[in-house]
């Protein structure tokens, strides 16, 4: 069983920037990854980010590339998306996600999510 906890959403305006964290516990895999997915109201869910272990290969959407960067602290067992340069079109509800295998965009190949933590940005 693996929990996922995200937390740093909020409100913003454009231009700003918000850091999202994910931890995670109960991990039992040598080869994973965890994920950033989004989904706006009315919308279907995107992938946004993804990083691996072993490893630090990372993986982005061609519509955040340049403004967020996925990163890891292994001390604390967190993954990190730091989103620069916020847009309207960024507001959604963002959840991490857990599999035990390499990094896909497929949100069916994960097998653990976290609640999700909402952010918004205005103007």
């Known amino acids: 069983q693996v929990q996922l906890v995200e937390s740093g959403g909020g409100l913003v305006q454009a231009g700003d920037s918000l850091r999202l964290s994910c931890a995670a516990s109960g991990r039992t895999f040598s080869s994973y990854a965890i994920a950033w997915f989004r989904q706006a109201t009315g919308k279907e869910r995107e992938f946004v980010a993804a990083?691996?272990?072993?490893?630090?290969?990372?993986y982005y959407a061609d519509s955040v590339k340049g403004r967020f960067t996925i990163s890891r602290d292994n001390a604390k067992n967190t993954v990190y998306l730091q989103m620069n340069s916020l847009k309207p079109e960024d507001t959604a509800d963002y959840s991490c996600?857990?599999?035990?295998?390499?990094?896909?965009?497929?949100?069916?190949?994960?097998?653990?999510w976290g609640q999700g933590t909402q952010v918004t940005v205005s103007s």
């Open positions: 990083i691996n272990w072993p490893g630090i290969s990372t």
């Open positions: 996600a857990f599999a035990n295998r390499l990094a896909t965009t497929r949100s069916n190949d994960y097998n653990y």
